[in-house]
């Protein structure tokens, strides 16, 4: 049917597939949720039959677990370890070639084919953390390419977000639940005792080209109801959580904390093991590493996720510039919620609660958050 | 032609297995011997060259008097020196000794304990003398093995970081086996260089590349007991293997031997 943007359609739970295929057409290899080792993580899916139908997931502070649902909803979950920055930073990828020769070394970039993918079951906060990557690799002098060709690439269906894991805090954040910026095709789905349907809106001309081939028919006042009232539930349920807090002054607050004995009390228990900063979908350090081979005739340089809690990755001629856990832990944090709005004029951090869930002694910066805010009005 | 720089390679109290990785290095080994003359590799070759030796490769750790001093020698005999391997590194398995006496074991394992002349403790190279660079790992990688000699050998920094396995398997895409099965692993405090071998096959890291830079083996600790529901003898076991005497795990695991004392 001939659609139009800004208005919703409905598409039968049954013919999702219709929505997978039509991207596989498009010339998409098409990435959601599966799930791998009981956690639902991002990878490639050939149909509707390979997403985590009638599963949920149970999280808290360094705790995920799959649970079976009541109902057969596709995307009744929340976000897992996995972010879709693996798709477009790469944990690791060569950056160039060199050979040692009579005349000199020659230096040979290594582009790698770029595959166009399709991103389906994309959050809001997770729209949120791209436009923040975007700002990182492709604002300013420096761009990075390979981020570049990869992020124009992608095709993006937003999923609303109809619940929120206890590790959310989207709302104190202000990036969700409801998707809150442009992408491609966004989807709410709405189970009810009689019905299971996606509502769909399609928000640029490669979306609306999709929604063209698809079964949907118009949607009515009261699938807009039903969907208000699903996005709703999430936000209740995270305003009724205890991950609720003022992010409005975080930048002031940390400043004037610099000092803070809770640094230390921290520094206890973080293990600097860098797991928050590796599922964090916005952290976006990378270290290059150069390596040759034995006969020193051939080189090559790789670019591979670092973090700052390592000691690696803060060290200059003398040594490591933060190396105790106490220092990189307040580096992270301030950079996350404070500097970075310097830096790029927005928080770092998007209230996914990955770093919350994945944090394997569950050091929670929510609770952190409101700890700094506690002392600093005392 | 140039000249080869002269390699050796020493064996001290050990198992010999990360020897054995040098030699399993097979396809890069043809090419490593046109870059570097192997003149002292007992468990290769008969061949016998005097040093001095521009690279020496070190395994084992030092667990009689006869081998504190034969560790000088070589050493002075050595441009380069790096150890090679848990026992090297930190003393081995056979460092349990360190925690308990010698002398009573010796007494029940040999029929003439006379003849057993033997150290107190088993200690690691770096405790007798200066060591270039140490390479973790029981057994350690051979990959991260040619990566040290040929670092050596173009004169560059060697690419072995001593972050943690958790860095491995985000960078592999693992499931932490901690947070999403309850797992205890010893991951968030252990060296990374095996490439995550057990977290891959979900099972816990149980520490054989001994301690990364900075680790918090008190609060890993904490949250096994506490959440994973460890007990001391877990604990215990898991600080006190192939690394026991590294000292942030050799500390640690002193540790539940006092709680132990308590509870008792």
Redesign the interface.
């Known amino acids: 049917m001939k659609v139009q943007n800004a208005t919703s359609y409905i598409l039968l739970s049954d013919k999702l597939n219709s929505l997978i295929h039509s991207l596989q057409q498009a010339g998409y290899q098409v990435i959601g949720p599966v799930i ?4 639902i ?1 991002y990878d490639h899916i050939n149909s509707a039959d390979d997403l985590p139908q009638g599963w949920t997931d149970e999280q808290d502070k ?4 799959l649970k079976r649902r009541q109902d057969s909803a596709y995307f009744g979950f929340n976000v897992g ?2 972010s879709w920055k ?1 798709y477009l930073q790469l ?2 990828r060569q950056v160039w070639n060199a050979q040692k020769t009579a005349d000199g070394i020659h230096i040979e970039p290594v582009n790698s084919a770029i595959t166009p993918l399709a991103f389906l079951g994309i959050r809001s906060c997770e729209l949120h953390a791209i436009a923040i990557q975007d700002r990182v690799f492709l604002s300013g002098e420096y761009h990075n390419e390979d981020y570049k060709q990869r992020r124009q690439s992608i095709f993006t269906v937003a999923v609303n977000c109809t619940q929120a894991a206890a590790t959310c805090f989207c709302t104190s954040m202000n990036t969700g639940p409801a998707v809150s910026l442009p992408c491609d095709l966004e989807i709410t789905e709405i189970i009810n005792d009689n019905e299971h349907y996606f509502l769909l809106r399609c928000g640029s001309e490669k979306g609306e080209l999709i929604l063209q081939q698809l079964p949907v028919t118009p949607a009515t006042s009261e699938h807009h109801q039903q969907q208000k009232a699903a996005i709703s539930q999430a936000e209740e349920q995270m305003s009724a959580g205890p991950r609720m807090f003022d992010s409005s002054d975080l930048q002031a607050l940390l400043y004037r904390n610099y000092e803070s004995p809770l640094w230390s009390d921290i520094a ?8 928050c900063t ?2 964090c979908p916005t952290c976006f350090c990378s270290s290059v ?8 005739d051939h080189a090559e340089r790789w670019e ?2 670092d ?1 700052c ?4 990755f803060s060290y200059i001629h003398g040594g490591s510039v933060r ?3 106490r220092s990189r832990y307040r580096q992270w944090m301030t950079h996350k919620l404070a500097t970075w709005h310097e830096q790029f004029n927005t928080s770092g951090c998007v209230g996914c609660g990955r770093c919350v ?6 050091i929670d910066i929510t609770e952190e958050v409101i700890r700094f805010q506690k002392a600093d009005s005392s | 032609m140039k000249t080869m720089p002269k390699l050796a390679v020493w064996k001290f109290t050990s198992c010999d297995g990360c020897q054995l990785s040098l030699l399993d290095c097979e396809d890069e080994l043809l090419l490593l011997a046109g870059q570097i003359d192997i003149a002292y590799f007992m468990e290769a070759s008969s061949r016998q060259v005097d040093g001095p030796y521009d690279l020496s490769i070190v395994e084992g750790s030092i667990t009689t008097a006869d081998e504190a001093e034969r560790i000088q020698k070589i050493r002075q005999q050595s441009h380069t020196l790096i150890t090679i391997g848990a026992c090297a590194s930190s003393g081995g398995i056979q460092a349990l000794r360190n925690f308990a006496d010698v002398t009573e074991f010796t007494s029940l394992v040999y029929a003439h304990p006379e003849y057993i002349a033997t150290l107190k403790t088993s200690s690691a190279i770096s405790d007798h003398i200066r060591v270039d660079f140490v390479l973790q790992g029981c057994p350690i990688n051979k990959a991260q093995l040619l990566e040290v000699i040929s670092a050596y050998l173009n004169q560059r920094k060697p690419q072995i970081p001593a972050h943690s396995v958790c860095m491995e398997c985000k960078l592999k895409g693992n499931i932490c086996v901690m947070v999403a099965h309850g797992t205890p692993c010893m991951g968030p405090v252990t060296h990374a260089g095996c490439g995550a071998i057990c977290p891959s096959y979900n099972r816990g890291c149980y520490g054989c590349y001994g301690p990364k830079e900075n680790p918090n083996t008190a609060s890993l600790s904490h949250w096994w007991q506490t959440e994973l529901g460890s007990d001391n003898a877990t604990l215990l076991e898991n600080f006190r293997n192939m690394n026991a005497a590294a000292p942030a795990f050799a500390t640690q695991s002193l540790t539940f031997i006092e709680k132990n004392h308590e509870e008792k």
Do not use: H, M
């Open positions: 791998v080792d009981q956690t993580i360094g705790r995920y677990r370890p996995n693996k944990p690791r206890e228990r973080c293990l600097s093991c860098a797991n590796l599922v590493e150069d390596t040759t081979d034995l006969s020193g591979q996720w973090s809690f390592t000691a690696d190396p105790d856990t869930a994945w944090c394997p002694v569950g």
